[in-house]
Every structure is written in structure tokens, then in C-alpha cells.
């Protein structure tokens, strides 16, 4: 038996690995376009790797996975972030679990993830075949009993050129997981400023998400807005990265409670200046511009405050907005969101409906995560599907 494999990236090399383990006489060429197999694989995470996470702050699977969240639920009936957990542990990678629910390899280092796989692929006789850049996949399926695409995320169309001929359903291809330019707001001027728990929202949508959130020099970034971004992906695509971000800089707490502790608080101390006075969650360079915000004065004492300076106050506090226009790259780290439509594939084996034998894992797939080790789980946990799907039909 002959199979091919598109792409030595996550998806394909674990594929590879769980179908030689399964199928041992099998031929499994991989072919990869780059000069080397893993490479995305040796930087994510900041060179560190977030394998996976522990889904314990999850409550809804389509808050980690808005594209593909039901997808991923079958999938993880089969091979979820337990059983990777486990598989990492037993192959020898000790595994640490962070306070962020994110999962790291304890030795901090993406590289122990990709030896271990390329010594599982030589001593498995995995045939990797690089700066083979595959230009069509019908030819390919020709040439071989199965097809698994793994050829990633890629925001650009002609990706998938090499479809050609098989009648797809494609989903365009948009990035996700982007941070916000806010060219002409003067809140960069705080860069480097984190408040740890705010709630973000695009004004007039539904798109919301909470977390921490960091000014830069060129907007605002950190997973907050990180979150955001990969909820309302394509919606920021249609109107071209130009929207306005509203701010609720009071995270969990209500609008009734806040204006009453600021309320409490221009009783108790009337002759203090209010820049002076900054609740514990906001920095105060953050608290000075957001009080000037509401054309409050900096020398104004909580005597002079007001009811309508109190409401000016709360109202930049819960509802802060900015004007975005544009993204950037976070750390390189992106996603696509798109890809090979669902639509396409058997959900219970991930085999394409129309021509059997051919099989989609990873990001290809219009399947795209938040950060926090999810991505990389995808690509596990389709890759193993897979291959256990390919092993049980022979
Ligand atoms: C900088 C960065 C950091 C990241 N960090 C994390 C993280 O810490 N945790 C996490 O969960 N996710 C992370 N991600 C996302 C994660 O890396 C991807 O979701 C994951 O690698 C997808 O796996 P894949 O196998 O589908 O694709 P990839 O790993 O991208 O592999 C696809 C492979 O296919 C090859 N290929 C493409 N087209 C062809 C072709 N026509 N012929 C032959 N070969 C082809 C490519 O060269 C590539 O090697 C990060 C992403 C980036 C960019």
C-alpha cells in the first residue's frame, strides 16, 4: 500500500508517524515544499512550543475553535488534549502545564518536538521527500492508494491551485489572530502598558472577548484583543481592518458598581486630585489619560467632580473607543481562517465525500483556534483521525 502525504508540518509528520506505526509495511512518502520538515513547528510558541492546553477555562468549544468547533468535537472523541498529553509523555517529552492552562515541553524548547519526530520518522521509515512542492493533488492520487492533505494555513487563494480539477468547496482564506492599529490615537503613547482583565467588543457587532490586553507603540495587542481578532476574522476582513474597538477597562465588574466605588470615593476624599486615585486594576499613567479622556481636568480635586464629570467617567471606563485601522502580525504567530471547506469531508474519518481515498488534517482544513496550544492540537488530533481512519479501511 502507497501513501502520500502533502506537507511536513505538525499534521503531516504525526499522521505519518501513527500511520507506519499502524501500517508498518505501507509506503508513507511525505512531500514537503520547504528545505526542511517542521519548520512553523520549531518556532511556535516563541521557540518554546504550546503543544496543547487543558481546556479548563473552555467552557464552550467554539470559544477556543470559532471556525470548526464541531468538527473538533468529534475529533476529540477520538484523540483529544489528554490522549496528547499521554502520547508526548510516553515517546518521552516531559510536559508542564502553566497557570494559562497553556501546555509547554518542560525543557521549554520546540526544537525536542521536532527531533523527536524526525527520529520517529527514520526509525518508522517515513520517506520525506523535500523541496517537493506538490502542484496537483489529482496527479498525485494517480500515483497512490491514499492522499492526505496537510499542507497548513496560507491566506493567499492560490494555495489551492492544487485542488484543480476535484471540484471543492474552498472557504477564502483570511488571517486570524492579528493585533489593532490605532494610528491616530494617543493612547500608544502608553505603550507597554497591561491591564489584566478587560472586555473588549466591535461597536455595532456581537464580536466580544475578555482577557488581558497591552498597549504597543503602533495600537493595542495581547490575548484579549489576540481573541477578539480571531473571533470577528473575516468580518474584519470584509470591512478592511477599519472598525472601532470599544473598551470596557473594568473587565468583570458592572457599570452600577463602578460608578458607586467612584461615587464612594469622591465622598471619602474630596480634596484629593482625581489622577491621584486610580482603582488597583488601572495603571495610573492609564487612569491620567483616561480621566482627561472625560475632559476631566488633571488638577481637579473629587469635590469638583460633578454628576455628569462622574458619568463622563464611568462611560470612558465601560465603553473606551478607539478607531482601528489596519492590523499587524503578532510575533508572526497567524492563522487562517478558511480553507477547505467542511462541507467536504466525512466528519467521522475526515475522508473527502467525493473521492474516497483522499483525506484533509490540520490547517488546510477551515478549522482555526484562538492561541493557547489549540492550533497545534487540531493539528494532532486530525492527523491521528487520519491515520486511523486510513489504517482501519486496509
Ligand atoms: C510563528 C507561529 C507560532 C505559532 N505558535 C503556536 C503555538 O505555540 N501553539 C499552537 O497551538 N499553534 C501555534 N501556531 C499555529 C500552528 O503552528 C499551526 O496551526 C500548525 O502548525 C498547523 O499545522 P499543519 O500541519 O496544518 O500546518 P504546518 O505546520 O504549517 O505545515 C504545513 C506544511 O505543508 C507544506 N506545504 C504547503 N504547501 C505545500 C505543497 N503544495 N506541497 C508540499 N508541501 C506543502 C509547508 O511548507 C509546511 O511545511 C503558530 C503559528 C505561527 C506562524
Known amino acids: 500500500m502507497k501513501i502520500a502525504i502533502i506537507g511536513a508540518g505538525a499534521a503531516g509528520c504525526f499522521c505519518a508517524i501513527e500511520l507506519k506505526r499502524r501500517l508498518p509495511d505501507a509506503i508513507v512518502d511525505i512531500y514537503e515544499a520547504g528545505n526542511k520538515p517542521l519548520a512553523k513547528v520549531a518556532i511556535t510558541g516563541g521557540g518554546r512550543c504550546n503543544l496543547t492546553n487543558s481546556f479548563e477555562s473552555i467552557d464552550n468549544l467554539k470559544e477556543a475553535y470559532p471556525r470548526g468547533d464541531k468538527l473538533m468535537r468529534r475529533v476529540f472523541s477520538t484523540f483529544d488534549n489528554r490522549d496528547t498529553w499521554e502520547w508526548f509523555e510516553n515517546e518521552g517529552v516531559k510536559l508542564v502545564l502553566q497557570d494559562d492552562h497553556c501546555v509547554f515541553p518542560a525543557s521549554q524548547d520546540a526544537m525536542q518536538i521536532v527531533n523527536l519526530f524526525l527520529t520517529r520518522m527514520r526509525q518508522l521509515g517515513v520517506n520525506i521527500l523535500t523541496r517537493h512542492k506538490v502542484e496537483s493533488v489529482r496527479a498525485l492520487m494517480d500515483e497512490y492508494d491514499s492522499v492526505v492533505v496537510t499542507t497548513g494555513g496560507c491566506s493567499r487563494q492560490d494555495m489551492f491551485k492544487m485542488f484543480e480539477g476535484l471540484d471543492l468547496e474552498i472557504v477564502p482564506p483570511v488571517p486570524s489572530l492579528f493585533t489593532f492599529n490605532l494610528p491616530s490615537s494617543p493612547v500608544r503613547d502608553l505603550m507597554g502598558t497591561v491591564v489584566e482583565d478587560v472586555t473588549v467588543s466591535l461597536a455595532g457587532t456581537r464580536f466580544k472577548a475578555s482577557g488581558p490586553l497591552l498597549i504597543t507603540h503602533w495600537g493595542m495587542s495581547g490575548p484579549a484583543i489576540l481573541k477578539l481578532s480571531s473571533y470577528a476574522a473575516r468580518h474584519l476582513a470584509e470591512v478592511q481592518y477599519e472598525s472601532t474597538v470599544l473598551v470596557n477597562w473594568c473587565g468583570g465588574d458592572d457599570l452600577d458598581s463602578v460608578r458607586s466605588t467612584l461615587q464612594k470615593t469622591a465622598v471619602r476624599n474630596p480634596l484629593k486630585l482625581i489622577v491621584n486615585s486610580h482603582p488597583d486594576y488601572i495603571p495610573s499613567r492609564l487612569w491620567t489619560y483616561l480621566v482627561t479622556k472625560s475632559k476631566i481636568r488633571e488638577d481637579a480635586r473629587w469635590a469638583e467632580i460633578g454628576p455628569k464629570g462622574l458619568n463622563r467617567l464611568t462611560e470612558t471606563l465601560f465603553n473606551d473607543s478607539y ?28 475522508e473527502c465525500v467525493k473521492h474516497p481515498g483522499l483525506y484533509f488534517a490540520g490547517e488546510v482544513l477551515d478549522v482555526d483556534a484562538i492561541t493557547g496550544g489549540f492550533n497545534l492540537q487540531a493539528a494532532w488530533s486530525t492527523g491521528f483521525l487520519a491515520a486511523l481512519s486510513i489504517s482501519s479501511n486496509n
Open 323 to 350: 478607531h482601528i485601522k489596519g492590523q499587524s502580525r503578532f510575533k508572526e504567530e497567524f492563522v487562517t481562517c478558511g480553507g477547505v471547506s467542511l462541507t467536504n469531508i466525512n466528519n467521522k474519518t475526515l
